[in-house]
């Protein structure tokens, strides 16, 4: 017979307060899956983002004078290198919890003794991982090539943090709410993109009209675009403060929803 001291608590992890070893081979899992297939998840995003720069470029740089009072291409380039980071975040969790669901594999994430915040955790490990691994390997060919610079480096590293996790987290909102790719690809093409791309990525706001730029003031994207751009040409349409502060607020909102589904597994465990 079990003594006392033998028994384990109803309601105690025996893994203690936070299980690190199932968090580190969740996060783990979570970043190989993306570095396993480099040339998708990588260098197409790095291919992209060139393609973005260079037909722009070609297109209206010739005829189009500074803008913020730095050349076109300047401007131009930390709107494109934000954009592809935040969309790589949330291909990284909506992707990975999809697969897991339509194979029915979701179950190996969900059965070990991980808490929802450790779940949490573990997938915002792998979003964050890809979309700072993409930001640094798009700025450093954007040095070199085009000279860009790197003005205000926390204000740059901290905004394209906040978009991964942004972006990571609605990724794994979308993943979880998604019952088929259909659904996925509804999310990605009907919000995601519309987010992306109406968000100051190749204008200023300021050139909008009055309607458009209240409304453009409402995307959080906006803000994230904005910060970066601030962070690398040290120009901005607003506050980098108020940036930051919209970002953070933004970004524990849905980070609890997140911690929320996991909590009730909605769509998970049905």
Same mark, same amino acid.
Request: hydrophobic content about 55%; aromatic content about 12%; proline content about 4%.
């Given at each position: 017979?079990?003594?006392?001291?033998?028994? !384990?608590?109803?309601? !105690?992890?025996?893994?203690?307060?936070?299980?690190?070893?199932?968090?580190?081979?969740?996060?783990? #899992?979570?970043?190989? #899956?993306? !570095?396993?297939?480099?040339?998708?998840?990588?260098?197409? $995003?790095?291919?992209?983002?060139?393609?973005?720069?260079?037909?722009? %470029?070609?297109?209206?740089?010739?005829?189009?004078?500074?803008?913020? *009072?730095? $050349?076109?291409?300047?401007?131009?380039?930390?709107?494109?290198?934000?954009? %592809?980071?935040?969309?790589?975040?949330?291909?990284?969790? /909506?992707?990975?919890?999809?697969? /897991? &669901?339509?194979?029915?594999?979701?179950?190996?994430?969900?059965?070990?003794?991980? /808490? @929802?915040?450790?779940?949490?955790? *573990?997938?915002?490990?792998?979003?964050?991982?890809?979309?700072? %691994?993409?930001? !640094?390997?798009?700025?450093? +060919?954007?040095?070199?090539?085009?000279?860009?610079?790197?003005?205000?480096?926390?204000?740059?590293?901290?905004?394209?943090?906040?978009?991964?996790?942004?972006?990571?987290?609605?990724?794994?909102?979308? *993943?979880?709410? @998604?019952?088929?790719?259909?659904?996925?690809?509804?999310?990605?093409?009907?919000?995601?993109? $519309?987010?992306?791309?109406?968000?100051?990525?190749?204008?200023?706001?300021?050139?909008?009209?009055?309607?458009? &730029?209240?409304?453009?003031?409402?995307?959080?994207?906006?803000?994230?675009?904005?910060?970066? #751009?601030?962070?690398?040409?040290?120009?901005?349409?607003? /506050? $980098?403060?108020? *940036?930051?502060?919209?970002?953070?607020?933004?970004?524990?909102?849905?980070?609890?929803?997140?911690? +929320?589904?996991? &909590? #009730?597994?909605?769509?998970? &465990?049905?």
């Amino acid at each position: 017979m079990e003594t006392t001291s033998q028994t !384990v608590q109803m309601g !105690v992890r025996r893994f203690g307060a936070v299980n690190w070893l199932g968090l580190y081979t969740l996060a783990q #899992r979570e970043v190989r #899956r993306f !570095v396993a297939v480099w040339t998708q998840t990588l260098l197409a $995003p790095l291919i992209t983002a060139g393609l973005f720069l260079v037909i722009f %470029t070609l297109a209206i740089g010739p005829t189009r004078g500074d803008v913020m *009072g730095v $050349p076109f291409i300047h401007f131009l380039a930390p709107g494109i290198l934000t954009m %592809t980071v935040i969309q790589n975040a949330f291909a990284n969790t /909506s992707s990975s919890i999809m697969i /897991s &669901k339509v194979q029915g594999n979701i179950v190996d994430t969900l059965m070990p003794p991980l /808490s @929802s915040l450790e779940l949490v955790i *573990g997938y915002m490990a792998g979003a964050l991982a890809r979309g700072l %691994t993409v930001a !640094v390997a798009i700025w450093v +060919v954007m040095a070199l090539f085009v000279g860009l610079p790197l003005m205000h480096p926390l204000f740059a590293l901290a905004f394209v943090a906040l978009g991964a996790l942004f972006l990571g987290s609605l990724g794994v909102i979308a *993943g979880i709410v @998604s019952k088929k790719f259909d659904h996925m690809a509804a999310i990605t093409n009907f919000i995601i993109t $519309p987010l992306s791309f109406l968000s100051g990525t190749f204008y200023s706001v300021e050139n909008l009209p009055g309607w458009f &730029k209240t409304l453009t003031h409402l995307n959080p994207v906006f803000y994230l675009i904005d910060g970066v #751009r601030y962070g690398v040409i040290g120009r901005s349409d607003s /506050s $980098p403060w108020l *940036g930051l502060l919209v970002m953070v607020i933004a970004t524990a909102a849905v980070l609890t929803l997140n911690w +929320v589904f996991f &909590k #009730r597994g909605t769509n998970l &465990k049905s």
